[in-house]
């Protein structure tokens, strides 16, 4: 199997990068696009943990858990492959505004409805599964939009720091949301804050307009189910993607998976208080991402990035399994920093290798390409959940992280172009 070529380009030391990288804050339409997704990213992140935590204290289940995040996650997977398409053919700016007005009228009601007594486990299911189709129809262009915000030669630096906001509210986000958790004993609270900070985030969008020069757009002489279709033909006529996107689903379906597991790791496993313990373990692994991605940034000069790709896949399984067999909270809390930290490369890496392969007209589509990898993580929690409350969770995660190594090792070997690919 013959894998497409990517031109390397020559980049200064790696210090003058690391600094050089902090220019794409001079633009001030980037700043507003930056502010926006930071925004998004607080109350994503807060409504990760606010939502996860209110499922398990209505039903108490790991299975429920996994119901709960494949009520919100399929929806996503199954909508970005339209999403993408519609990235591609209209204003992406538009489009960020219609998602964060859905997600803070959905993030309002959901305070509404635990603050007058009212809520109800399907309720975290209606209401998770019209966040996911919002996110699949929006993240694609929430993605690719970079592309169009900044100037070509800063794409890879904004990229980064997109990124950056990302793994800095995984930090963020857990703490406020477990914070008021914790203080409260509920989720009423994390939910009005979740809903202003989409809020601010819509407001911030406003002033972002796109560099990129008017004209016909790919795909008006096309239908919608045509677009799609020619995403997937240029998958397969693509093989490096073909490539990621499977090294995306085995990171997905063995590792993050797991991650709506954690709320059942801090109640039954080391018995942390009510909330914080799950905002413990978050925040954690935010940090471990935060820092992830702050180092991808600074050495994105690096080769052999394919390469690099499989051993952050290795490392982030290695980490699970010490993180599932770890006896004491604090190592845990600890362990858990790694796999953010691992999980933070994987997925700088494989974004970026998915835009750089695709023509400016498809960096909707290939993004609609990446967030359908992602479609193995809600697939995976069912049964992880399931199995997590038969032979319980730290079986189960040492398992799927164990699986996780050998597909991994099993993408070095069987595809050696791959790994061997100097970018």
């Known amino acids: 199997m013959s894998i497409s070529p990517i031109t390397p380009t020559a980049s200064p030391g790696r210090v003058a990068r690391a600094l050089a990288s902090l220019s794409v804050f001079r633009d001030p339409n980037y700043r507003w696009y930056w502010a926006c997704s930071f ?6 992140h807060m409504e990760m943990t606010a939502r996860a935590q209110l499922a398990y204290d209505l039903t108490g289940q790991a299975f429920m858990l996994g119901l709960a995040a494949l009520s919100q996650g399929l929806p996503s997977s199954l909508m970005s492959i339209m999403g993408g398409a519609l990235a591609d053919r209209f204003p992406k700016r538009t489009m960020l505004l219609f998602a964060q007005s859905v997600l803070a009228l959905s993030g ?5 409805l635990l603050a007058t007594d009212m809520i109800e486990f399907w309720h975290v299911l209606a209401i998770g599964a019209i966040r996911g189709l919002n996110q699949g129809f929006s993240m694609p262009a929430r993605l690719s939009m970079v592309s169009e915000v900044v100037e070509e030669e800063h794409f890879l630096k904004a990229y980064g720091f997109y990124y950056i906001a990302l793994n800095t509210m995984r930090i963020g986000g857990p703490a406020i949301a477990g914070t008021l958790i914790g203080l409260t004993g509920g989720s009423t609270l994390a939910f009005l804050i979740i809903g202003i900070a989409h809020i601010v985030g819509f407001f911030a969008l406003l002033p972002v307009f796109s560099r990129k020069k008017a ?3 790919e795909g008006r002489g096309t239908s919608i189910l045509q677009d799609v279709g020619g995403m997937f033909s240029f998958a397969w006529h693509t093989p490096t993607i073909m490539v990621l996107l499977g090294a995306e689903m085995g ?4 590792a993050m998976a797991a991650t709506p597991l954690l709320p059942v790791f801090a109640d039954r496993v080391f018995k942390a208080p009510h909330g914080v313990g799950l905002a413990m373990l978050q925040g954690a692994q935010g940090v471990g ?3 992830g991605s702050m180092t991808i940034t600074a050495f994105s000069g690096i080769k052999r990035k394919p390469l690099m790709l499989l051993c952050v896949g290795v ?4 980490s699970l399994i010490l993180f599932s067999n770890m006896p004491v909270f604090s190592l845990a809390v600890a362990t858990i920093g790694f796999v953010g930290f691992s999980q933070a490369c994987y997925t700088t890496l494989n974004s970026t290798l998915f835009q750089v392969n695709a023509p400016p007209g498809m ?6 390409l990446y967030l359908l990898g992602n479609s193995a993580q809600p697939l995976g929690a069912l049964p992880i959940g399931y199995f997590g409350d038969i032979i319980g969770v730290q079986a189960i995660v040492t398992i799927t992280a164990s699986l996780l190594i050998g597909y991994m090792v099993g993408v070095a070997f069987l595809f050696p172009a791959f790994r061997k690919q100097k970018v």
Do not use: E
Request: hydrophobic fraction near 50%.
């Open 363 to 368: 960096r909707g589509r290939a993004m609609s």
């Open 289 to 291: 991402g935060l820092i």
């Open 39 to 44: 925004a998004y990213y607080v109350g994503f």
């Open 215 to 217: 004209g016909p757009k």
């Open 315 to 318: 490392c982030q399984g290695l």
């Open 108 to 112: 309002i009601l959901m305070f509404v």
């Open 251 to 254: 990171i997905t379906f063995f």
